[in-house]
Structures are given as C-alpha cells and as structure tokens.
C-alpha cells in the first residue's frame, strides 16, 4: 500500500516542509499539505497541486478544534498514516532581537507553545494512525537549540525543549514503532528566517566559516527527511542530525 505523510508547514517554496513534500513524493508517498490561514491558503494550493498531494487542510496549532478536525479526515481518507512532518516555529520579531533577558512571560510562552508543545499535540494526534503499521515523525531544529546565536534568543530555548520532546516523544512511542526524530539544519533564507536580525549576515558568516564553506540548500533537507522515512532509517530514532555543512562541530 502507498505510504501517507502528513505535512505541516509549507508556507511557499522556499520553505524546508516543500522540499521535504518533494522528496517524500519522489520516494512514492500520498502527501497531505496544511494551511495555517486563508492567505496562506493561495499559496499552498497550488504547490499541492504541483505534487498532486491528496489532501490540503486548515491547520492553526493554536487551534486544538482544527487539529482534531484535520486528523479526522486524514483517518476517513486514509485510514492510516505513515509519517507526520512537523515545520513549524513562532517567535514574535521583537523577541528575536536584544537581549534574551528581556523576553517577556508571553512572549516566551507563546514560542515554546507553538514550536515545541506543538510536536507534542501533533505526534498525541498521530499516535492512533501509526498504532498499527508504526510510523515516522520528523520536525526541524537549529544548532542555537545547544550553543547561544546571537539574536536567535527564545527561539534557542524553544529548540531545546523541541529537541528534548523528540527524546521523550521516542521513547513513549518505540514500543509501537513510531519513530521521532529532528533534522538540525544550517540557515537557509526562508520566510520564517527573515524574522531574525541580521540573518544575512548569519548567512554568509556561515559559508565562510562552517567546515564545508557552504550554505546547505532546501534540497539537503528534504533529502535526508526521505532517508529518515525510508526502510533504512527504521533503525533510528530519538536522534537531532545535523545537516549544516559542519557547522555543529566549531
Ligand atoms: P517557513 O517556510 O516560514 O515555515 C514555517 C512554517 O511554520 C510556516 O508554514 C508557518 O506558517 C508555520 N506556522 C507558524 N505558526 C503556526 C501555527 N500556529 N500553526 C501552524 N503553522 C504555523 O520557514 P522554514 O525555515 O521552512 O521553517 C520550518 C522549520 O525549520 C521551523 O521549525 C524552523 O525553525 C526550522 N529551521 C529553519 C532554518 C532556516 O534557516 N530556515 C534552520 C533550521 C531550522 P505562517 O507563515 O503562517 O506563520
């Protein structure tokens, strides 16, 4: 049978979740795409259509009704699922520059809310349509989640908890073969990287200085997520890799 992904967190072309819808394709997946809101909505569609992805839903994480309702119609459609993508991260842009001192209580909740917890709502949601075959689920981390970026901030304390929930998310789920795990990638220009200051500086600083002398590319990520999802990863969970041309090891 076909393997079924869901996929959250394509907000245009540029984004990490578009490449990894890609390459899941590629590999022989149904792929269902989401939309957080209706501007949103114009975009996505017609990337899904480029695919010819199965299904494109509403889903806010903020809304716990329009996740039940999502993963509602994936079990009338499918009946199953295979892999769940999780790309998603929120911080407000004054929270992403200055000092981390001054991030206020709200603020703070609301990124480790909707980048960290997040996973958890989504892999709880999940959990009963890999119950059967088992399953893999995938979300995206950066390197600030262990070593202090300027101007990454809360966002690096997000990552943390996030990269700390795929531990405990792996070991809940391993007895059903559901795996967890998350791709640390390098910088790559997204819409959800230009709300960090000086990201371009961040940018060529690291082609200059990570091992390989390069930036990676969307490709790189959606080009490991596949191996992840594949046979030859079953093996593999409760892990962050790295893809940042070496940057982790400076
Ligand atoms: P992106 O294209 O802007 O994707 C971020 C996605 O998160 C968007 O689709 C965004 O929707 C969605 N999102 C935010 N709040 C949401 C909510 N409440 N409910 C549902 N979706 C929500 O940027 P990206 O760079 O590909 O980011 C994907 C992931 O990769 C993030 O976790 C990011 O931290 C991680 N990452 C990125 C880089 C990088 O350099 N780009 C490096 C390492 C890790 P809206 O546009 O509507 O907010």
Not at 13 to 34: P, Y
Not at 36 to 64: C, H, T
Not at 101 to 118: C, H, K, N, Q, V
Not at 180 to 209: C, H, W, Y
Request: contains cysteine; aromatic residues 6%; glycine residues 6%.
């Amino acid at each position: 049978m076909t393997q079924k992904a869901l996929i959250v967190g394509v907000a245009n072309e540029r984004s990490l979740a578009w490449s990894i819808a890609k390459h899941l394709k590629k590999s022989g997946f149904d792929i269902a795409l989401t939309y957080q809101n209706e501007a949103l909505e114009k975009r996505v569609k017609p990337l899904a259509q480029e695919i010819g992805a199965d299904l494109v839903l509403p889903l806010d994480v903020s809304n716990e009704s329009q996740v039940t309702a999502a993963f509602e119609t994936i079990q009338k459609k499918w009946g199953n699922l295979d892999t769940l993508v999780h790309s998603i991260a929120f911080a407000n842009r004054d929270d992403l520059e200055g000092r981390f001192i001054e991030t206020p209580r709200e603020g703070f909740r609301m990124a480790l809310d909707i980048s960290a917890y997040s996973l958890v709502q989504l892999a709880r949601a999940a959990e009963p349509l890999m119950k059967t075959n088992g399953g893999s689920i995938l979300t995206l981390s950066y390197v600030g989640a262990t070593r202090v970026i300027p101007h990454y901030n809360v966002m690096g304390v997000a990552k943390a908890a996030l990269e700390a929930c795929v531990r405990y998310l792996a070991y809940d789920l391993g007895p059903q073969k559901i795996r967890v795990n998350a791709i640390s990638a390098g910088p790559v220009k997204t819409l959800a990287a230009a709300g960090i200051r000086d990201f371009r500086t961040m940018l060529s600083q690291d082609a200059e200085t990570n091992p390989l002398r390069e930036n990676i590319e969307q490709d790189d990520v959606g080009a490991l997520a596949a191996f992840l999802c594949s046979p030859a990863g079953k093996h593999m969970t409760g892990s962050t890799l790295f893809v940042d041309s070496g940057a982790h090891i400076l």
